[in-house]
C-alpha cells in the first residue's frame, strides 16, 4: 500500500517575539510539532525571503537570521541549530525546473524568522531538517499557487510542506489596532471569517482573487508577501485540495494567527 503523502501546512509567525510570549499561537505551535513527528524534512515558504526567482538554500547547515530591529535584546541571541538537506533541495530545484520554472540555489543562506520561530516552537531540538523556497517580488497569487504546484511531489516522501506568514498581517495599514490590549477591528474578524471559509472550501478562485473579492482584503494585507506562503501551501496540497483551520487568534488587536491543513 502507498503511503499518504504529507498535508501541507500554513501558520501566522507572528512578530518575532512570539517565541518569548506566553500567548495562544505559540503554544499552539509548541503543540503542532507533535502532529507531525514522523517527517524527515521540512521545506519552508517564509514571507521573509523575497527574490527576483524561486530560490532554494543547499546548505547542509544554517545560520540563524535576525532579519528584524527594535526588538528585546534576548532575541539577537537565540539560536536555532537545524541542518539542511542538501538532497531534497536538489530535488525541489528539479521539481521546479521540470515544471517550467528558472530556479536558482543559495548555499549559503540560514533560516529568516518566518522560518526558524514557528519551527524552533515545532521542532525544539532541531532534530528535522530544514529547506527554504522563496516566494518572488512579483508577489502574484496564481503565481504562488503554481509554484506551490510544482513541488507537491515532495509530500510523498515524508516532507513537510509549511507556508509561513500571516492570516490577517495589517503592517502598513495606518489603521490597525495593535499592542497589548489593544481591541480587534470588525473590519479584521470579518477578512478572516471569509479567509477561513475559502480555505475549508477549498475555493481556488476565490483564494486567488482575494484582492477584489475579499473583504477589507487591502486592510488586511497592504503588502502581499505574508498570504503568498498560503497560497503556495494551498497549491502543494494538490488539485481538489481543501483546508482544514488548526488555529484562529488574535495577537493582540489586528495580527490574525489563523492557521490551516491542506489535504487532497
Known sequence: ??????????????????????????????????????????????????????????????????DFYGFPPELYHIEYPATGSPNLAG??????????FTCEVDPTRGLDHGAWVPLRLMFPKAEVPIVQLSIQQSLDPAYHVTLGEAIREVRE????????????????????SMGPGAPTGDWAI??????????????RVNLVNYRTIAPYARQAHPYPDHYMPLLAAFGAAGPGARGMVLHQSWNPGDLGMGAFEFIQ
Not at 530535488?91 to 517550467?100: I, M, R
Not at 516522501?157 to 490597525?176: E, F, K, R, Y
Request: proline share 7%.
Open 1 to 66: 500500500m502507498t503511503p499518504e503523502p504529507m498535508p501541507t501546512v500554513f501558520v501566522s509567525h507572528g512578530a518575532p517575539t512570539l517565541t518569548l510570549e506566553h500567548v495562544p499561537a505559540r503554544q499552539f505551535l509548541v503543540d503542532l510539532g507533535s502532529r507531525y513527528r514522523s517527517v524527515r524534512a521540512v521545506l519552508c515558504i517564509s514571507a521573509h525571503w523575497n527574490t527576483v526567482r524561486p530560490c532554494v538554500n543547499t546548505g547542509k547547515n544554517h545560520e540563524t537570521i535576525h
Open 91 to 100: 530535488q525541489v530545484v528539479d521539481l521546479l525546473k521540470n515544471a517550467g
Open 157 to 176: 516522501t515524508d516532507v513537510l510542506v509549511l507556508g509561513s506568514g500571516g492570516a490577517v498581517h495589517p503592517l502598513g495599514n495606518p489603521q490597525t
Open 190 to 203: 470579518e477578512f478572516n471569517a471569509w479567509l477561513s471559509s475559502a480555505v475549508t472550501r477549498g475555493d
